[in-house]
Protein backbone atom coordinates (compact mmCIF):
# COMPACT_ATOMS: atom_id res chain seq x y z
CA UNK A 1 0.00 0.00 0.00
CA UNK A 2 1.14 3.74 -0.53
CA UNK A 3 1.95 5.24 2.57
CA UNK A 4 0.74 9.01 3.18
CA UNK A 5 2.81 11.04 5.47
CA UNK A 6 1.74 14.48 7.15
CA UNK A 7 3.41 16.96 8.61
CA UNK A 8 3.04 18.56 10.92
CA UNK A 9 0.98 16.51 13.21
CA UNK A 10 -0.82 19.83 14.72
CA UNK A 11 -0.08 23.38 14.04
CA UNK A 12 -1.70 26.69 15.26
CA UNK A 13 -1.43 29.79 13.30
CA UNK A 14 -3.00 32.99 14.07
CA UNK A 15 -6.71 34.45 12.56
CA UNK A 16 -5.77 36.07 9.08
CA UNK A 17 -2.21 33.88 9.02
CA UNK A 18 -1.38 31.65 6.64
CA UNK A 19 -1.33 28.05 7.33
CA UNK A 20 0.86 25.14 5.27
CA UNK A 21 0.73 21.57 5.26
CA UNK A 22 2.98 18.87 4.04
CA UNK A 23 1.70 15.45 2.74
CA UNK A 24 4.08 13.09 0.97
CA UNK A 25 3.59 9.74 -0.43
CA UNK A 26 5.54 6.80 -0.61
CA UNK A 27 5.48 6.41 -4.27
CA UNK A 28 4.48 9.38 -6.55
CA UNK A 29 0.73 9.51 -7.68
CA UNK A 30 1.04 11.08 -10.83
CA UNK A 31 -0.32 9.22 -13.56
CA UNK A 32 1.25 9.59 -16.86
CA UNK A 33 -1.08 8.58 -18.88
CA UNK A 34 -3.18 11.85 -17.98
CA UNK A 35 -0.50 13.80 -16.47
CA UNK A 36 -3.23 14.38 -13.31
CA UNK A 37 -2.01 13.83 -9.62
CA UNK A 38 -4.73 11.11 -8.04
CA UNK A 39 -4.29 13.03 -4.13
CA UNK A 40 -7.04 14.66 -2.26
CA UNK A 41 -7.53 17.00 0.65
CA UNK A 42 -10.54 16.68 3.07
CA UNK A 43 -11.28 18.95 6.33
CA UNK A 44 -12.93 17.08 9.31
CA UNK A 45 -14.13 19.58 12.01
CA UNK A 46 -14.93 17.77 15.19
CA UNK A 47 -18.43 15.88 15.52
CA UNK A 48 -18.43 15.69 11.57
CA UNK A 49 -17.39 13.56 8.43
CA UNK A 50 -14.60 14.38 6.58
CA UNK A 51 -15.18 16.97 3.43
CA UNK A 52 -13.65 17.39 0.56
CA UNK A 53 -11.83 20.17 -0.19
CA UNK A 54 -9.58 19.50 -3.19
CA UNK A 55 -9.17 16.54 -5.54
CA UNK A 56 -6.60 16.03 -8.31
CA UNK A 57 -3.76 17.70 -5.80
CA UNK A 58 -5.24 21.22 -6.84
CA UNK A 59 -9.35 21.53 -8.26
CA UNK A 60 -11.21 22.80 -5.22
CA UNK A 61 -14.44 21.23 -5.02
CA UNK A 62 -17.69 23.03 -5.43
CA UNK A 63 -18.55 25.47 -2.61
CA UNK A 64 -14.87 25.21 -0.81
CA UNK A 65 -13.39 28.97 -0.68
CA UNK A 66 -10.77 30.08 -2.66
CA UNK A 67 -8.41 30.36 0.50
CA UNK A 68 -8.03 26.71 0.25
CA UNK A 69 -5.39 26.30 -2.65
CA UNK A 70 -3.48 22.70 -3.29
CA UNK A 71 -0.20 22.29 -5.00
CA UNK A 72 2.49 20.12 -5.55
CA UNK A 73 3.37 16.78 -7.78
CA UNK A 74 4.52 13.28 -7.88
CA UNK A 75 5.11 12.37 -3.88
CA UNK A 76 5.14 16.04 -2.58
CA UNK A 77 1.81 17.76 -2.08
CA UNK A 78 1.27 21.17 0.11
CA UNK A 79 -2.33 21.82 1.54
CA UNK A 80 -2.42 25.93 1.94
CA UNK A 81 -4.83 28.23 3.37
CA UNK A 82 -4.66 31.73 3.34
CA UNK A 83 -6.85 34.29 5.83
CA UNK A 84 -6.80 31.49 8.43
CA UNK A 85 -10.90 31.73 9.42
CA UNK A 86 -11.87 30.07 12.96
CA UNK A 87 -14.36 28.17 11.30
CA UNK A 88 -11.30 26.33 9.25
CA UNK A 89 -9.81 24.68 12.92
CA UNK A 90 -10.60 21.31 12.07
CA UNK A 91 -8.24 17.98 11.24
CA UNK A 92 -6.84 18.28 7.36
CA UNK A 93 -6.39 14.64 5.59
CA UNK A 94 -4.55 14.09 2.23
CA UNK A 95 -5.56 10.92 0.54
CA UNK A 96 -4.16 9.11 -2.71
CA UNK A 97 -6.25 7.42 -4.70
CA UNK A 98 -4.06 6.55 -7.76
CA UNK A 99 -2.98 3.19 -6.47
CA UNK A 100 -5.55 0.70 -4.42
CA UNK A 101 -6.37 0.24 -1.70
CA UNK A 102 -7.01 4.34 -1.32
CA UNK A 103 -4.94 5.34 1.69
CA UNK A 104 -5.06 8.60 3.41
CA UNK A 105 -2.56 10.47 5.69
CA UNK A 106 -2.85 10.64 9.98
CA UNK A 107 -4.36 13.94 9.54
CA UNK A 108 -3.10 17.33 10.86
CA UNK A 109 -4.70 19.03 13.53
CA UNK A 110 -5.15 22.80 12.97
CA UNK A 111 -5.80 25.39 15.75
CA UNK A 112 -5.97 29.12 16.03
CA UNK B 1 -28.62 17.03 -3.24
CA UNK B 2 -26.87 13.93 -2.21
CA UNK B 3 -27.26 12.59 1.37
CA UNK B 4 -25.95 9.53 3.22
CA UNK B 5 -27.65 8.26 6.25
CA UNK B 6 -25.49 4.97 7.48
CA UNK B 7 -27.40 2.64 10.41
CA UNK B 8 -27.23 -0.94 12.56
CA UNK B 9 -26.34 -1.84 15.59
CA UNK B 10 -23.42 0.03 17.57
CA UNK B 11 -22.42 -2.35 19.94
CA UNK B 12 -21.62 -5.88 19.55
CA UNK B 13 -19.74 -8.95 20.90
CA UNK B 14 -16.71 -10.25 19.60
CA UNK B 15 -17.11 -13.20 16.68
CA UNK B 16 -19.73 -11.31 15.34
CA UNK B 17 -20.98 -10.37 12.48
CA UNK B 18 -21.29 -6.27 11.46
CA UNK B 19 -24.13 -5.19 9.68
CA UNK B 20 -24.48 -1.71 8.39
CA UNK B 21 -27.14 -0.31 5.65
CA UNK B 22 -26.62 3.21 4.56
CA UNK B 23 -29.83 5.01 2.94
CA UNK B 24 -29.11 7.76 -0.09
CA UNK B 25 -31.49 9.97 -0.97
CA UNK B 26 -31.58 12.71 -3.36
CA UNK B 27 -29.85 11.20 -6.15
CA UNK B 28 -29.89 7.42 -7.15
CA UNK B 29 -27.89 4.70 -6.37
CA UNK B 30 -27.74 3.31 -9.84
CA UNK B 31 -26.00 6.35 -11.24
CA UNK B 32 -22.12 6.38 -12.56
CA UNK B 33 -21.05 6.46 -8.88
CA UNK B 34 -19.29 4.02 -6.61
CA UNK B 35 -20.36 3.34 -3.00
CA UNK B 36 -18.17 3.13 -0.41
CA UNK B 37 -17.15 2.25 3.29
CA UNK B 38 -14.67 4.20 5.79
CA UNK B 39 -14.11 3.31 8.92
CA UNK B 40 -12.08 5.83 11.64
CA UNK B 41 -10.67 4.54 14.60
CA UNK B 42 -7.89 6.21 17.11
CA UNK B 43 -5.33 3.76 16.39
CA UNK B 44 -5.94 3.53 12.44
CA UNK B 45 -7.20 6.83 11.49
CA UNK B 46 -9.09 6.71 8.03
CA UNK B 47 -9.17 3.09 6.67
CA UNK B 48 -10.95 2.66 3.02
CA UNK B 49 -13.04 -0.65 3.56
CA UNK B 50 -14.05 -1.43 -0.12
CA UNK B 51 -16.71 -0.33 -2.83
CA UNK B 52 -19.59 -1.62 -5.01
CA UNK B 53 -20.67 -0.18 -8.56
CA UNK B 54 -24.55 -0.27 -9.31
CA UNK B 55 -23.81 -2.85 -11.05
CA UNK B 56 -22.68 -4.95 -7.98
CA UNK B 57 -19.18 -5.10 -8.68
CA UNK B 58 -17.23 -5.12 -5.58
CA UNK B 59 -13.98 -3.73 -4.78
CA UNK B 60 -12.41 -4.40 -1.09
CA UNK B 61 -9.54 -2.99 0.88
CA UNK B 62 -7.15 -6.54 1.23
CA UNK B 63 -6.52 -6.11 4.75
CA UNK B 64 -10.20 -6.75 5.31
CA UNK B 65 -11.38 -8.45 2.26
CA UNK B 66 -11.26 -12.11 3.83
CA UNK B 67 -14.36 -10.70 6.02
CA UNK B 68 -16.38 -8.25 3.85
CA UNK B 69 -19.19 -8.37 1.56
CA UNK B 70 -20.58 -5.20 0.53
CA UNK B 71 -24.24 -5.45 -1.23
CA UNK B 72 -26.58 -2.94 -3.44
CA UNK B 73 -30.24 -2.58 -3.60
CA UNK B 74 -31.16 -0.48 -6.03
CA UNK B 75 -34.84 -0.71 -5.34
CA UNK B 76 -34.29 0.78 -1.72
CA UNK B 77 -31.42 2.91 -3.02
CA UNK B 78 -28.82 1.15 -0.21
CA UNK B 79 -26.18 -0.18 -0.22
CA UNK B 80 -24.66 -2.46 2.86
CA UNK B 81 -20.99 -3.95 4.51
CA UNK B 82 -21.12 -6.77 6.28
CA UNK B 83 -17.79 -7.61 8.37
CA UNK B 84 -17.89 -10.71 10.25
CA UNK B 85 -15.80 -12.04 12.89
CA UNK B 86 -15.30 -8.96 14.57
CA UNK B 87 -13.02 -8.10 17.42
CA UNK B 88 -12.36 -4.82 19.86
CA UNK B 89 -10.14 -3.71 16.70
CA UNK B 90 -12.98 -3.69 14.15
CA UNK B 91 -14.27 -0.60 16.86
CA UNK B 92 -14.43 2.34 14.86
CA UNK B 93 -16.94 5.34 13.53
CA UNK B 94 -18.46 3.98 10.16
CA UNK B 95 -18.89 6.25 7.48
CA UNK B 96 -20.78 5.29 3.84
CA UNK B 97 -19.86 7.59 1.24
CA UNK B 98 -20.10 8.64 -2.40
CA UNK B 99 -16.92 7.65 -4.63
CA UNK B 100 -16.08 8.89 -8.16
CA UNK B 101 -14.52 5.21 -8.93
CA UNK B 102 -13.90 2.18 -7.43
CA UNK B 103 -11.08 3.57 -5.12
CA UNK B 104 -11.48 7.33 -5.62
CA UNK B 105 -12.32 10.29 -3.97
CA UNK B 106 -14.99 10.30 -1.68
CA UNK B 107 -16.83 13.32 -2.56
CA UNK B 108 -20.19 12.95 -0.06
CA UNK B 109 -20.38 11.59 3.21
CA UNK B 110 -22.55 10.12 5.85
CA UNK B 111 -22.33 11.92 9.38
CA UNK B 112 -21.02 8.23 10.48
CA UNK B 113 -21.86 5.74 12.68
CA UNK B 114 -20.10 4.47 15.90
CA UNK B 115 -19.86 0.85 16.40
CA UNK B 116 -18.11 -0.68 19.84
CA UNK B 117 -17.27 -4.39 19.69
CA UNK B 118 -16.72 -5.72 24.00
CA UNK B 119 -18.24 -8.42 25.57
Known amino acids: DIVMTQSPDSLAVSLGERATISCKSS????????????LAWYQQRAGQPPKLLLY???TRESGVPDRFSGSGSGTDFTLTINSLQAEDVAVYYC?????????FGQGTKLEI | QVQLQESGPGLLKPSETLSLTCTVS?????????WGWVRQSPGKGLEWIGS???????YYNPSLKSRVTISVDTSKNQFSLKLSSVTAADTALYFC????????????WGPGTLVIVSS
Open chain 2, 26 to 34: GFSIYSSYY
Open chain 2, 97 to 108: ARQGGSSSYLDS
Open chain 1, 95 to 103: QQHYTPPTT
Open chain 1, 56 to 58: WAS
Open chain 1, 27 to 38: QSVLSSSNNKNY
Open chain 2, 52 to 58: IYDSGDT
